[in-house]
């Protein structure tokens, strides 16, 4: 059964500082991974995606995450956080099905970005 | 850059009140999807649709609900007597494969 796990319900940095959200899998398959972000009082916006291609994924806005099959992690990362950065961020797997995807959202991280 | 739409972007209604939410998928998806989100809490899956079917559906999904495609563009939600409990954001998804692009969410307000 899948399962995702966001080890921080929160996150506070420095603007400026690095970003880390941390993300744990469990899947039954290789899956497809995803970053959503969703702003206060928007939708959600797909940041990055890791569908078994490259390991290390670049997305939008400067993040990037690495995917760690032998630690089923899926860490998000940015170098230097941005006021704009602040949301919630949601973790994602997916394992295509014969006639969906059968997508598992993470319980989220909330990212304060501190002036 | 095509997007999902979904109308409206807020809905008040009253407890038993049939309530219809809306969705435009992006026009060469096949797959379409319904999600909640109840306020401070994750995202829930509540149903796919492929083929003019449902493809799956959650517990969540019980008799109130339906959807439909009713034109081969408008992809909607109906839920047929409103609970307080169904007071969430309700995303629309659609993908072609693998990655799923999602709408603005419509908030309902059920009092």
Redesign the interface.
Known sequence: AQSVTQLDSHVSVSEGTPVLLRCNYSSSYSP?L?W?VQHPN?????LL?Y?SAATLVKGINGFEAEFKKSETSFHLTKPSAHMSDAAEY?CVV?E?????????????TSLSVIP | EPEVTQTPSHQVTQMGQEVILRCVPISNHL?F?W?RQILGQ????LV?F??NEI??KSEIFDDQFSVERPDGSNFTLKIRSTKLEDSAMY?CAS?V?????????TRLLVL
């Open positions: 497809s995803f959503y928007k939708g959600l916006q797909l995606k569908t949601f997916s295509l099905k014969t006639s969906y995807d059968k997508v598992i959202f993470g319980p989220g | 797959y999807y999600y994750k995202v829930e899956f796919s492929y083929n493809s799956e995303f993908s494969i693998e990655t799923q692009y999602f709408g603005p969410g």
